[in-house]
């Protein structure tokens, strides 16, 4: 069996921690590449990384209200991690750059119950992916839950246009309408991406509504006043 070749090599591995991370790693691995019929899925691999080797993205436009963070920390603490978090691997720096799944990051960083239990590794799989590709994932990650920051997604917007994607590659790798991209153009303030673009009333701010009605009055009142 199987299961009695492992037991038997574990027992050999003079029960060290991290050497047991070790070889279970390269098992996992070596199971996910040669045997695994789902080695294109990126859960079919998962790891235990070192928190000290996974670093925050500075794009993500997610936010969690304090008490989600204390039921994230609940739920973890009753059920133990259920989802692993998504990285990209940075080779130069040696980091697992986190992709989504920051916050159950963030709650094994600042809670040391969860970071013992876990022996302060977190279970992340990891994709390949640019830049662009990476914030895309990051927002239908979030998208999909039905969290994103307006402000976050307009910069993300933003910066995804000046990295070099058109507006056609932007709403079909982030499942946007032409129209929920152009509000969030107007979100960064930049009116250069608005060239060549017809503005609509339907964009317009609550502000812009209240003065548009205002001086509509003003123009009623002056053709109404007599000569």
């Known amino acids: 069996m199987i299961s009695e070749k492992l037991k038997t090599l574990l027992k050999n591995d003079a029960s060290a921690t991290e050497d047991k991370y070790e070889f279970l790693a390269e098992l996992r691995e070596f199971i996910h590449r040669e045997l695994?019929?789902?080695n294109a899925m990126p859960v079919d691999?998962?790891?235990w990384v070192p928190i000290e080797k996974i670093s925050a993205n500075d794009y993500?436009?997610?936010?969690?209200?304090?008490n989600e963070m204390k039921l994230l920390y609940l739920s973890i603490s009753a059920d133990g991690y259920t989802q692993p978090t998504v990285t990209v691997y940075d080779k130069e720096k040696d980091q697992y750059i986190i992709v989504d799944g920051f916050h159950r990051f963030l709650t094994m960083?600042?809670?040391p119950d969860i970071a013992e239990r876990c022996a302060n590794r977190l279970p992340c799989v990891v994709i390949d992916k640019d830049i662009n590709d990476r914030m895309a994932s990051t927002v239908r990650h979030n998208r999909a839950r039905g969290k994103h920051s307006v402000t976050g997604m307009a910069n993300m917007v933003f910066e995804m246009l000046d990295n070099g994607w058109s507006d056609a590659d932007i709403c079909n790798e982030l499942g946007l309408e032409e129209e929920e991209l152009v509000r969030y153009k107007h979100v960064t303030g930049f009116s250069k991406l608005f060239e060549n673009y017809e503005y609509r009333k339907s964009?317009?701010?609550k502000n812009q509504i209240k003065l548009r009605i205002?001086?509509?009055k003003e123009n009623e009142n002056a053709n109404n006043s007599p000569d």
């Open 109 to 111: 960083k600042s809670n």
């Open 36 to 38: 695994s019929p789902n």
């Open 60 to 66: 993500n436009p997610n936010s969690v209200a304090r």
């Open 203 to 205: 964009w317009e701010t």
């Open 214 to 216: 205002a001086a509509q």
């Open 45 to 47: 691999y998962v790891r």
